[in-house]
């Protein structure tokens, strides 16, 4: 099964970006659908992105939808989100699986131990 690590969070100001990355262990990445996932303290883990194995089809929460951006690079085994315009509502836990299809954002895969965002204001 395939092994992910969360990096790239921290702590900004509301208005700032940051870019998360997850690291996969196997080279099947590539074959994987992705997503991200977030778990604000005291809320359930909530569906935030999904892309495609070729990265040609991306799917949002309405809640990023033009402020997030993932992406993916398979050569690297990695996938990557681009977190602009962030908001104190952003503040999570951030995580990333493998999923059943952009359609179908039900994580199949074991969680990692995700990357922290806060956002103050």
């Known amino acids: 099964q395939v092994q992910l690590v969360e990096s790239g969070g921290g702590l900004v100001q509301a208005g700032g970006s940051l870019r998360l990355s997850c690291a996969a262990s196997?080279?099947?990445?590539?074959?994987?659908?992705m997503g991200w996932f977030r778990q604000a303290p005291g809320k359930e883990r909530e569906f935030v992105a999904a892309?495609?194995?070729?990265?040609?089809?991306?799917d949002y929460a309405d809640s990023v939808k033009g402020r997030f951006t993932i992406s993916r690079g398979n050569a690297k085994n990695t996938m990557y989100l681009q977190m602009n315009s962030l908001k104190p509502e952003d503040t999570a836990v951030y995580y990333c699986?493998?999923?059943?299809?952009?359609?179908?954002?039900?994580?199949?895969?074991?969680w990692g131990q995700g990357t922290q965002v806060s956002v103050s204001s």
């Open positions: 699986n493998v999923i059943v299809s952009v359609g179908v954002a039900r994580p199949i895969g074991s």
């Open positions: 196997r080279r099947t990445f590539s074959s994987y659908t």
């Open positions: 892309i495609s194995s070729s990265g040609d089809s991306t």
